[in-house]
């Protein structure tokens, strides 16, 4: 009976290095950098500029309306442990913000404002 220790790197390695995967990532990271625009058939250019400023303002005034007295919901707070060092921790209750951070909510806003306008995201075209 040959026993053999089991080499964990090999497997990684092995793993790794598989082209398919590496094929695939490289797929996903490319068409994850195309730049977007927002489009509507029958817009011109000027019109779509002054109903994304439109959007982006009211999405800016929504987020600042809930915020309580206009200084933001709460974030992530830093606070030391018992050694001293800082790490980060998201508070929770009735002043927290559900979604984590105020200009995600803003940019989910404006998309949606957008949208309803009927606008679409596609890539720009060369």
Request: proline share 10%; charged share 25%.
């Amino acid at each position: 009976m040959d026993i053999r220790p089991v080499s964990y790197r090999n497997m990684r390695t092995k793993r790794a290095m598989n082209p398919r995967r590496s094929i695939a990532l490289v797929l996903l990271l490319a068409t994850a950098c195309t730049p977007m625009q927002w489009v509507k058939p029958d817009a011109p250019p000027e019109q779509i500029e002054q109903d994304l400023k439109t959007c982006q303002d009211e999405a800016w005034r929504e987020v600042n309306w809930r915020s309580p007295h206009y200084y933001g919901a709460l974030g992530p707070m830093l606070y030391p442990d018992y050694m001293g060092r800082r790490f980060l921790v998201w508070p929770y209750g009735p002043f927290a913000d559900p979604y984590g951070e105020r200009f995600l909510e803003e940019a989910r806003l404006a998309d949606f404002c957008m949208r309803a306008k009927g606008y679409e995201l596609a890539p720009v075209k060369k």
